[in-house]
T-cell receptor, first 114, second 116 residues
Framework: ETGVTQSPTHLIKTRGQQVTLRCSSQ?????VSWYQQALGQGPQFIFQ???????GRGNFPPRFSGLQFPNYSSELNVNALELDDSALYLC?????????????FGQGTRLTVV | AQTVTQSQPEMSVQEAETVTLSCTYD???????LFWYKQPPSRQMILVIR??????QNATENRFSVNFQKAAKSFSLKISDSQLGDTAMYFC?????????????FGQGTTLQVKP
């Protein structure tokens, strides 16, 4: 059983550019959630995908968008990058969306916007 | 809105000793889950322990145990026989079901250093 993998591990972008982050969910998992973790802070929920549909969204602007593919892997896209978007982006997958299923996290993508 | 508060930004403990990390939360819900996650320098969040709100018995996982006080909305983590590998950032997290979405709400974290 493979774990959750994210790519790339590190990324540097210029303000105003666009970025795509990728997440491969754990085998057998159909739910992917994305979180933004600023330095020294706890992760903040961006959105969740369940069976290829957006299934809930946190307090993030529309320039944060996502996608889930038929194999349940997922992408996070951020347009018009701002300096405050610099953070660790975590992906978590789970078997279902219900509370009693454990979420497994990837190692994250460290995004730096300059 | 639910909030999770960890009032101890940093803690340290001697190897083999016991340490307790504090967490309080605010919710009007009756059915929810609480978690402690560990984030070592490798950045990957690892589930340490979880507690279902409807269960009165405190959860335990080997050296890790919680003190869940539902009325006080308190959820502390006790680490016994601390090991150097326990050095990490620890996050308390809350989850409830909102429609079809189960999202985690995290506290600000506590950095724990285990000293030899």
């Amino acid at each position: 059983e493979t774990g959750v993998t994210q790519s790339p591990t590190h990324l540097i972008k210029t303000r105003g550019q666009q970025v795509t982050l990728r997440c491969s969910s754990q085998s057998g998992h159909n739910t992917v959630s994305w979180y933004q973790q600023a330095l020294g802070q706890g992760p903040q929920f961006i959105f969740q995908y369940y069976r290829e549909e957006e299934n809930g969204r946190g307090n993030f602007p529309p320039r944060f968008s996502g996608l889930q593919f038929p194999n349940y892997s997922s992408e996070l896209n951020v347009n018009a990058l701002e300096l405050d978007d610099s953070a660790l982006y975590l992906c978590a997958s789970s078997r279902e969306v219900v509370m009693d299923t454990e979420a497994f996290f990837g190692q994250g993508t460290r995004l730096t916007v300059v | 809105a639910q909030t999770v508060t960890q009032s101890q930004p940093e803690m340290s403990v001697q190897e083999a000793e016991t340490v307790t990390l504090s967490c309080t939360y605010d919710t009007s819900e009756n059915n929810y889950y609480l978690f402690w996650y560990k984030q070592p320098p490798s950045r990957q969040m690892i589930l340490v322990i979880r507690q279902e709100a409807y269960k009165q018995q405190n959860a335990t996982e080997n050296r890790f145990s919680v003190n869940f006080q539902k009325a006080a909305k308190s959820f502390s983590l006790k680490i016994s026989d601390s090991q150097l590998g326990d050095t990490a950032m620890y996050f308390c997290a809350f989850m409830k079901q909102t429609g079809n979405t189960g999202k985690l709400i995290f506290g600000q974290g506590t950095t724990l250093q285990v000293k030899p």
